[in-house]
């Protein structure tokens, strides 16, 4: 795997947890946003750690294999961060976070 290109299956698992993160840090946000700081915090990092490494697959340049890596690392501590929510939109993050942890460590050839 060494020279291959993430799929669009990988992409659209990336996108979603940008979506997700977003989405999760908003209504935390709107919620009770002291309560929920570290969540948003962490959210808002996953989301533009996604958005670089989406951009870094996009490049055709074989950079995007530590960010990639990177981007896993930070799904992970988001979804176990989010995992701990009550709300559907936190435990909807926290899977595609998880999901998204597996397709970029596959991304990043770990």
């Excluded at 989405?23 to 958005?51: F, P, R, S, V, W």
């Excluded at 992970?76 to 397709?103: I, K, L, N, P, Y």
């Amino acid at each position: 795997m060494a020279n291959a290109s993430p799929s669009n299956d990988s992409t659209n698992t990336v996108l979603d947890c940008m979506r997700l993160c977003l989405q999760c840090a908003n209504e935390c946000i709107d919620h009770d946003g002291k309560d929920m700081a570290n969540c948003i915090k962490l959210c808002q990092i996953c989301a533009d750690t996604c958005a670089l490494c989406l951009k870094c697959m996009a490049s055709g340049v074989q950079v995007h294999r530590p960010i990639c890596g990177a981007c896993a690392t930070v799904c992970d501590a988001c979804a176990a961060e989010c995992s701990t929510g009550a709300t559907a939109t936190m435990q909807q993050c926290a899977d595609a976070c998880t999901r998204c942890a597996v397709a970029c460590r596959e991304m990043a050839g770990a």
